[in-house]
C-alpha cells in the first residue's frame, strides 16, 4: 500500500510534533532497556555480519544503541535523527562509550542529506512508526546505498487483522501523538520490493511491554495513563486476547505486540 503524499505543511507540523515528543524524553530512550538491551541488537550485528570498512548510517537514532552495536566493527557510523535533543543525548552516550567514529547529523528520515551510493548499510530501529511516508524513507535507504547495499528495519508491526491493526494503532497513538502508524509486515514487503530491494532475512516475534514503564516513557498525565488503560480493558475480547493484555486488580500490568525485523539488499 502506498502511503498518501503529504502537504508541506503538514510535514513540518508532523516533525515539529515528533521533536516536541522526544526532545523532553531523550535521556529515558538512551537508558530504556527495551531499546538499550534487547537481543535484536546482537541479532542485528549476527545478520549484517559487518566489515571493516562499511560506512553505516543509522536512520532515527534515538539514544544510539544501534550506533553503539556497530560502531566497534566498521569503519565509520553516521547517526541521524530529526529531533535534536535526543542527537545530543546519543552522542554524549556514545561519546561516554568510547565510540570515537560516529558523526551524527540532523535529518529527515524521508529527505536524507546525503550524496548517492555513500553507505554499504543503512539502519532503522522501532522508529518507522513515527515517519508519514515510511515508502519514502525505504527509497531514500535505496537512493543513499551503494550497489548490493543493506538495508536493516526492525519496527512494531499491525496484524492484517483490521480490528486488531486499528486496536494497537489507537493506543499507540493515545501515549503518544507523533505515532502516525504500525504498518504490516505485507506492507513492508511491498514497499521493499516496490524499492528496488530483495529481502534476504526476515523473522516476526512477539514483544512483551510491561504498562507502566511503557507508558511513563512517554505519559506524565495519571488521567492520560487511566484513558489508556480503560481503552485497552474495554477492548473486544478477541483484541485483548490477541495483544495478551493482563490486568490485575483492575489494572493493565502488561501486554504483547508484534516486532518485524528484516534485511533486505539493493539491486
Not at 536524507?112 to 522501532?126: G, N, Q
Not at 513515527?130 to 515508502?135: G, I, K, Q, S, Y
Request: charged share 25%.
Amino acid at each position: 500500500m502506498q502511503e498518501r503524499e503529504p502537504r508541506v505543511d503538514e510535514q513540518a507540523l508532523h516533525r515539529r510534533t515528533v521533536q516536541a515528543q522526544f526532545g523532553p524524553v531523550a535521556d529515558r530512550y538512551v537508558t530504556s532497556e527495551g531499546h538499550a538491551k534487547g537481543g535484536d541488537l546482537v541479532e542485528l550485528v549476527d545478520w549484517l555480519r559487518p566489515e571493516p570498512g562499511w560506512r553505516v548510517l543509522d536512520v532515527a537514532t534515538g539514544g544510539g544503541h544501534v550506533a553503539k552495536a556497530l560502531s566497534p566493527h566498521v569503519a565509520r557510523v553516521v547517526a541521524s535523527d530529526v529531533t535534536k535533543l535526543m542527537l545530543m543525548a546519543a552522542r554524549q552516550h556514545l561519546a561516554a562509550a568510547g565510540c570515537d567514529n560516529v558523526d551524527y547529523v540532523l535529518a529527515d528520515a524521508e529527505q536524507l542529506p546525503f550524496l548517492d551510493a555513500s553507505f554499504d548499510v543503512v539502519t532503522c530501529r522501532i522508529a518507522p512508526h513515527h515517519f508519514l511516508r515510511p515508502d519514502v524513507f525505504v527509497r531514500e535507504s535505496h537512493r543513499v546505498l551503494r550497489p548490493q547495499g543493506r538495508l536493516l528495519i526492525i519496527d512494531n508491526v499491525a496484524p492484517p487483522e483490521s480490528e486488531a491493526a486499528e486496536y494497537i494503532n489507537t493506543i499507540e497513538k493515545m501515549r503518544d501523538p507523533s505515532h502516525v502508524r504500525c504498518a504490516s509486515v505485507d506492507e513492508w514487503r511491498l514497499w521493499l520490493n516496490a524499492a528496488g530491494f530483495d529481502i534476504v532475512r526476515e523473522r516476526t516475534r512477539r514483544k512483551a511491554f510491561p504498562f507502566t514503564t511503557w507508558v511513563r516513557r512517554m505519559v506524565h498525565e495519571d488521567g492520560l495513563t487511566a484513558d489508556l488503560e480503560q481503552y485497552m480493558l474495554q477492548a473486544s475480547a478477541a483484541g485483548r486476547e490477541y495483544f495478551c493484555v493482563v490486568e490485575k486488580h483492575g489494572h493493565v500490568e502488561s501486554f504483547e505486540g508484534d516486532e518485524w525485523m528484516g534485511l533486505a539488499v539493493k539491486r
